[in-house]
């Protein structure tokens, strides 16, 4: 990514495509000096921040559109830098048009994430709650909306920022120490210092446990439904979704490829995942999709295995289960087609937790999704709670504890204070990297490289 922030940049902020409207975005020390290059209407360097101005834009030879301009003078703009919002008709035609006159006028094309890359080095906010301005983007449900909305307004970045400030002051002190190596003092209270390596321990484990739930909260839950050739996957997908969006035959292997579709449970985003039936099969393209089946099921939170109950024995699913069993994975057993299973394979499945189900008929639908819910249960997430949403964030804070770990093993043995302080150092290292006070260009580069251009 670029490095200067001098220059002007500019990009579409709203979807591409064609929309009644569309808004354009510049930020730069020269964004309003460009803009009235090219808008006929007020001066704009002559008007107040935070006003908004009619006018039509183009050049001397045509004109392309009437516009609303709104103007935010430094430093208060979410850049911190001269801005200017373009609001125009959502024409493609009329975007493309405005944004090549401002490069012609010395303008060039954001990059993504550039504008809040520019809020966070110009101080708007650290780089946790730049992160959560992304999270907010692309949040879909109210509690990762929530979630994100706390992240970004602080509430994370305050506990960090006073839990590192703690840890600075005993760091001087043994830096202090080292300073008079020779007299044997010792400004640091060992006994102080470990107890406040153990209540910061305390709080980073509750940050880090928080990270299960505030995980599926951000990310949702890939849940992959499996089972054998016309075991009633598609159907299932289907019924779930309350539309027809896999191809649904008497014909086996018919679901070729992996088949997703997201729906909201409760405030949780579950992605569903449609699968190949298993069975060892030589016909080529179904066994590329049956090995894709067992590649999901490895890399799911979630199994929704179906039993054929109108064709299977007990000894068959006996078989079945043996074989899941051995992913690991969390998973719950689904007998579809009761209409057409024996009394005599009921009754012996009754104490084996299954969820019986008619998947065409949508028989029991709601008593799977609770069976689904109760193997996630998340709490709704209110304004003010800390919940670590972000993987990035959870690596640094389990390295933190490692490091305030070895510090604590460091006074039980009675090690040296150079050794104590590299220890500290190196966990307000990793503090550090959360919030952004210590950074490098990749990190900052891999960051914001995930943001949507505009943005």
């Known amino acids: 990514?670029?490095?200067?922030?001098?220059?002007?940049?500019?990009?579409?902020?709203?979807?591409?495509?064609?929309?009644?409207?569309?808004?354009?975005?510049?930020?730069?020390?020269?964004?309003?000096?460009?803009?009235?290059?090219?808008?006929?209407?007020?001066?704009?360097?002559?008007?107040?921040?935070?006003?908004?101005?009619?006018?039509?834009?183009?050049?001397?030879?045509?004109?392309?559109?009437?516009?609303?301009?709104?103007?935010?003078?430094?430093?208060?703009?979410?850049?911190?830098?001269?801005?200017?919002?373009?609001?125009?008709?959502?024409?493609?035609?009329?975007?493309?048009?405005?944004?090549?006159?401002?490069?012609?006028?010395?303008?060039?094309?954001?990059?993504?994430?550039?504008?809040?890359?520019?809020?966070?080095?110009?101080?708007?906010?650290?780089?946790?709650?730049?992160?959560?301005?992304?999270?907010?983007?692309?949040?879909?449900?109210?509690?990762?909306?929530?979630?994100?909305?706390?992240?970004m307004r602080g509430g994370f970045s305050k506990e960090i920022k006073h839990l590192r400030e703690e840890l600075i002051h005993f760091a001087s002190l043994i830096e202090l120490e080292l300073d008079f190596g020779e007299e044997d003092v010792e400004f640091a209270q060992r006994d102080d210092l470990k107890n406040l390596v153990t209540k910061i321990q305390s709080y980073l484990n509750r940050l880090i446990s928080s990270f299960e739930q505030g995980n599926v909260i951000k990310n949702g839950i890939p849940t992959v439904i499996a089972g054998k050739p016309n075991a009633g996957k598609s159907t299932l997908l289907n019924a779930l979704l309350n539309e027809e969006k896999a191809i649904v035959s008497d014909i086996p292997g018919t679901t070729r490829d992996v088949i997703e579709d997201e729906i909201i449970l409760d405030g949780i985003a579950f992605r569903f995942m449609d699968t190949a039936g298993l069975r060892d099969t030589t016909e080529t393209i179904e066994a590329i999709g049956v090995s894709r089946t067992r590649e999901s099921m490895k890399k799911a939170a979630l199994i929704l295995y179906l039993f054929d109950l109108s064709t299977s024995t007990y000894a068959d699913i006996q078989i079945e289960e043996d074989t899941i069993k051995k992913l690991g994975i969390p998973y719950i057993k689904?007998?579809?087609?009761?209409?057409?299973?024996?009394?005599?394979?009921?009754?012996?499945?009754?104490?084996?937790?299954?969820?019986?189900?008619?998947?065409?008929?949508?028989?029991?639908?709601?008593?799977?999704?609770?069976?689904?819910?109760?193997?996630?249960?998340?709490?709704?997430?209110?304004?003010g709670d800390v919940l670590v949403t972000n993987l990035r964030h959870f690596q640094k804070l389990s390295e933190t504890q490692a490091a305030l770990t070895r510090v604590l093993d460091g006074l039980q043995a009675g090690i040296t204070g150079d050794f104590l302080a590299m220890d500290i150092r190196q966990s307000l290292h990793h503090l550090g990297e959360i919030t952004g006070e210590i950074t490098s260009d990749d990190l900052l580069a891999n960051i914001f490289s995930r943001f949507c251009i505009g943005k």
């Open 1 to 151: 990514m670029h490095t200067s922030t001098n220059d002007t940049i500019i990009a579409l902020t709203t979807p591409p495509g064609i929309s009644a409207l569309a808004v354009i975005r510049l930020s730069g020390i020269d964004s309003i000096k460009i803009t009235d290059k090219v808008f006929n209407g007020k001066k704009l360097e002559a008007q107040p921040s935070h006003t908004v101005h009619f006018g039509t834009i183009g050049n001397k030879i045509k004109t392309i559109d009437e516009v609303l301009i709104t103007v935010f003078k430094e430093p208060n703009s979410f850049t911190k830098e001269n801005a200017v919002e373009i609001s125009c008709h959502g024409s493609p035609v009329i975007v493309r048009e405005i944004i090549k006159l401002f490069l012609q006028q010395g303008a060039r094309l954001a990059e993504p994430g550039e504008f809040t890359k520019r809020a966070f080095l110009n101080g708007r906010f650290d780089l946790a709650q730049a992160e959560a301005v992304a999270d907010l983007i692309h949040a879909e449900t109210d509690n990762a909306r929530q979630a994100a909305l706390n992240q």
């Open 334 to 383: 689904v007998g579809n087609k009761i209409d057409a299973a024996s009394d005599s394979l009921l009754k012996l499945l009754e104490a084996e937790n299954f969820i019986f189900i008619s998947a065409a008929n949508r028989k029991n639908l709601e008593e799977l999704k609770e069976t689904i819910l109760k193997q996630f249960k998340v709490n709704a997430v209110k304004q």
